[in-house]
């Protein structure tokens, strides 16, 4: 079967598309045949080496797809069944088929596409942990996201509105903010540049309960002076680079702030929890509370294009690639 893999760090060139042999079914294995492959931004960060990676190395920690065969162990699947997942720590996901252990793999229900399931399980059971774990997040309060028409953005915006929460959301461009505002947004800032002056106009100067930063580096002290006094940054990400060392007196002379800097391997990394996550976020797309954008998708063997239009912005909502 064919997979894209690296040999070396660096930009989109290095990824290759190569042969690769699929290791035996062992007894609590399952074969998958991938049918859709979601995309995500710690992809291109393992691949450019801000995440080192053991090399040679695969990518990608989220897939849909079909089960082809079982392990003589296996009890809870079995060939045909439509499954999809979320490997932490495992990338590997950029290849057409898999070999996986049983218990990672979640049965899909009949209203999960393929493409839905394989282009939220990273950024949905992630952005159910931000919302329910990370900031427990509560009816009234109010969360600044950044980012809000990206993969995570724009699920985050919507499941914090279900839960109650007011949203001001903040994207790159006047094209964006229409889209996150067709997806339910209602105060959208464009740029990031003045944050704290342009949030605090909307809110009363109040300042936000909370704010959930995938960009980084160009979000993350904007984001802090939006801040209530006691309130918490949640820095998930580093889209536009990493965050430099932040000094503690940051945080007491901005009002006592919280700072976390959370990652899924701490939050859903076992099965336990990720099917606990799962449940709650495909019972909301059943009930289409929660819609799902995938704006592009890419043959499998496009990965490094899809990368390439990830890292410079010209994406929204969700991409995937088709095997
Ligand atoms: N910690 C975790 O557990 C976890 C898990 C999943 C994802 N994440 C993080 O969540 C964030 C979003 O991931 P995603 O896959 O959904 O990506 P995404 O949000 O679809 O894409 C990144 C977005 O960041 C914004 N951005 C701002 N400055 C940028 C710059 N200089 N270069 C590139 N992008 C820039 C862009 O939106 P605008 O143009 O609107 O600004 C861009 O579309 C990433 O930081 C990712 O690492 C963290």
């Known amino acids: ?22 290791p035996p079914v062992g007894p609590h294995d399952a074969r998958v045949r991938h049918t859709a492959i979601g995309v995500d931004f ?14 040679p190395s695969g990518l990608g920690m989220e897939a ?77 309060e109010t969360a600044l996201i950044t980012a809000a028409a990206g993969g995570v953005g724009l699920i985050l915006m919507q499941w914090a509105r279900v839960l109650g929460a007011k949203v001001i959301g903040v994207v790159g461009s ?7 505002r067709r997806y339910g947004g209602r105060q959208i800032l464009v740029g990031y540049e003045q944050l704290s002056s342009r949030v605090r106009a ?42 430099a060392p932040v000094s503690p007196l940051e945080l007491s002379k901005r009002g006592s702030l919280y700072l976390t800097r959370p990652t899924t391997a701490d939050y859903v990394a076992t099965p336990e929890a990720q099917r606990t996550a799962a449940r709650e976020l495909f019972a909301l797309i059943g009930r289409r509370a929660l819609r799902l954008h995938i704006s592009q998708r890419y043959r499998l063997a496009d990965a490094a294009q899809a990368q390439r239009d990830l890292e410079s912005r010209r994406t929204t909502g969700s991409i995937v690639l088709m095997p």
């Not at 710690?42 to 090399?55: A, E, I, K, M």
């Not at 797809?65 to 079995?78: D, F, I, M, Q, S």
């Open 64 to 140: 849909a797809g079909v089960v082809e065969a079982v392990g003589k162990r296996v009890r809870n699947l079995k060939p045909g069944d439509r499954v999809a997942y979320l490997t932490v720590g495992n990338p590997g996901a950029y290849a057409q088929e898999r070999v996986l252990p049983a218990s990672a793999l979640l049965k899909l229900p009949k209203a999960i596409s393929d493409e839905v399931a394989a282009a939220v399980m990273l950024k949905g059971l992630t952005s159910w942990y931000l919302l329910r774990q990370t900031h427990r997040l509560k009816r009234g």
């Open 42 to 55: 710690v992809d291109t960060y393992q691949r450019s080496g801000l995440y080192p990676r053991p090399l």
């Open 174 to 180: 006047e094209q964006k903010a229409e889209l996150a």
């Open 202 to 243: 909307l809110n009363r100067s109040r300042g936000v309960d909370v704010v959930y930063d995938g960009v980084g580096k160009d979000s993350f002290y904007g984001g802090l002076d939006c801040l209530r006094a006691r309130g918490i940054m949640v820095s998930f990400g580093n889209a536009s680079g990493p965050v």
């Open 1 to 22: 079967m064919k997979a894209i893999r690296f040999h070396q760090h660096g930009g989109p060139e290095v990824l290759q598309w190569e042969d690769v042999d699929l």
